[in-house]
């Protein structure tokens, strides 16, 4: 799965509206999402903290870093939806990664005509 299609099916796990539905996607990080008062802004899980734990909090993942392992888990209780990345030498990036992938898994299982 690309950069681009793991970030279009993160953002409509979480219920958000691309600004352009044929393409929203930054090539340099991030898609143009549609925010408060019909704005457009950039929405880049992949490489704001911010907004990858914004992702997790909206839908309710667990966290864990395993520092010995060198990997990230995020996911679902039930674990309906998971993802492990290593760390590599980046615990920060490998985290967001795990999380925006744990959302793009329910993304795609979110039928065409609906959202959350």
Not at 51 to 64: C, G, K, N, P, T
């Amino acid at each position: 799965m690309t950069d681009r299609e793991m970030l279009e099916w993160a953002a409509k796990a979480a219920g958000l509206t691309l600004a352009d539905p044929e393409d929203s996607y930054i090539p340099s990080g991030g898609l143009w999402i549609v925010g408060a008062g019909g704005r457009d802004l950039v929405w880049d899980p992949l490489h704001d903290d911010a907004a990858a734990l914004r992702l997790a909090v909206i839908l309710r993942f667990d966290l864990i870093t395993h520092t010995r392992h060198g990997m990230t888990y995020a996911g679902t209780q039930n674990r309906s939806s998971c993802s492990y990345v290593d760390h590599d030498e980046d615990p920060y990036a490998a985290t967001r990664r795990a999380i925006v992938l744990a959302a793009a898994v329910i993304g795609q299982a979110i039928p065409p005509d609906k959202t959350t």
